[in-house]
């Protein structure tokens, strides 16, 4: 899957444009707010159908416009090209393939991506559910069945918690309870077996940036050692109290650990992002291994944080990486050689121009 031709239309700072990229590595070299993140972002909206940066697609409208569109030609090893796109007039998102209309999960099939950004530091430093919706989305990609499942879950999470503000009788509240643990068990089968996947891509991938000692762990939101019954069970007072399921899949996180340590206690801001980008890598490694899809890899603002050491090791990665990357950069990394496989694009003041 490789994204040769990107067109702009209305998005941000940016001019209408069409960009032909390379089917490797992009690099896209500027000065601040020159519109370098802005393309990043655009190819986001086509893999995800939302924004990194805004949870309002009025946002992203270039002033003076009365909406936005992406578009671009999604080139196949084995089948014809398709031509996807995204469009937002302020009625809502309208993704489609080859003019037709499709979902927004459709769209996200098409193009996995996987982006690091500055803020993706949220992913070791805050709260859990960063790094349980980083979890979600590669199993969205690795198992077909995992967003029915998941979505499952979510409706039986959602009326046991009602139940429970409603101070219902113990047998309605058991027979939500039941449905809660059939489905939030089925969930943390299927996040096992990725993270079975994951853990041995990571670890290779840190040993590949110079982290030998990474490590990664899910807890899948209760106890080890007992079941979701009997979790529940013992702490069915709590949750009438707090008028909220305290215990279940929606509570799993990831777990980093470097040195045999935390690595949120334990790791420098050059580590932490080496560290997501080897999560991130790896994660992609294992969409690769079990659809043959290379997600496409965006990497904001790349020689931020990092030594001239520790961007050679990220250089050489995205350079061995089979799939396809866009990369932004103040400045052209000391580490990058004219005989890598990459395209140059200058960006200054929202117009991208191809450069040797």
């Known amino acids: 899957m490789i994204l040769s031709q990107l067109q702009l239309r209305g998005f941000r700072c940016l001019a209408d444009q069409e960009l032909a990229l390379h089917s490797r590595m992009n690099w896209l070299i500027g000065g601040n707010a020159a519109g370098k993140t802005s393309v990043l972002e655009a190819v986001y909206w086509l893999g995800r159908?939302?924004?990194?940066?805004?949870?309002?697609?009025?946002?992203?409208?270039?002033?003076?416009?009365?909406?936005?569109?992406?578009?671009?030609r999604l080139e196949h090893a084995d089948c014809p090209a398709d031509r996807i796109a995204v469009r937002f007039t302020g009625r809502g998102l309208e993704p489609s393939c080859n003019d037709r209309a499709e979902t927004v999960v459709a769209q996200a099939r098409r193009v996995p991506v996987q982006l690091i950004e500055p803020g993706l530091h949220r992913v070791v430093e805050d709260g859990p559910g960063y790094r349980r919706r980083f979890l979600d989305w590669g199993m969205f990609h690795v198992e077909q069945d995992y967003l029915p499942v998941?979505?499952?879950?979510?409706?039986?999470?959602?009326?046991r918690n009602t139940a429970l503000r409603e101070r219902a009788d113990a047998a309605s509240l058991a027979a939500w309870t039941q449905e809660l643990v059939a489905r939030g068990e089925a969930l943390a089968a299927i996040r096992e077996r990725g993270m079975a996947r994951l853990r041995e891509k990571f670890q290779?991938?840190?040993?590949?940036?110079?982290?030998?000692?990474?490590?990664?762990?899910?807890y899948q939101g209760w106890d080890e050692g007992a079941t979701l019954t009997e979790v529940l069970a013992a702490r069915e007072d709590r949750d009438r109290r707090l008028s909220a399921t305290g215990s279940g899949?929606?509570?799993?996180?990831?777990?980093?650990?470097?040195?045999?340590?935390?690595?949120?206690?334990?790791?420098s801001r050059g580590q932490q992002k080496l560290l997501l980008a080897a999560l991130s890598l790896a994660q992609a490694d294992v969409i690769v291994e079990t659809t043959g899809a290379q997600p496409l890899l965006l990497l904001d603002d790349f020689t931020a944080e990092l030594g001239s050491g520790f961007q050679a090791q990220?250089?050489?990665?995205?350079?061995?990486?089979?799939?396809?990357?866009?990369?932004?950069?103040?400045?052209?990394?000391?580490?990058?050689?004219?005989?890598?496989?990459?395209?140059m694009f200058h960006v200054e003041h929202g117009r991208l121009q191809a450069t040797a």
């Open 204 to 218: 290779a991938r840190g040993v590949e940036l110079g982290l030998p000692e990474l490590e990664v762990a899910l």
């Open 49 to 72: 159908g939302k924004s990194f940066r805004t949870a309002r697609a009025a946002q992203c409208i270039r002033r003076g416009d009365q909406g936005w569109r992406i578009a671009a």
């Open 249 to 267: 899949p929606h509570r799993a996180e990831l777990r980093f650990r470097m040195d045999g340590e935390q690595a949120r206690e334990h790791i």
């Open 314 to 343: 990220l250089v050489a990665a995205l350079a061995a990486y089979p799939g396809q990357s866009i990369i932004s950069s103040l400045e052209r990394p000391v580490a990058l050689v004219e005989t890598l496989p990459m395209s």
């Open 150 to 159: 998941w979505r499952a879950y979510a409706r039986a999470l959602r009326q």
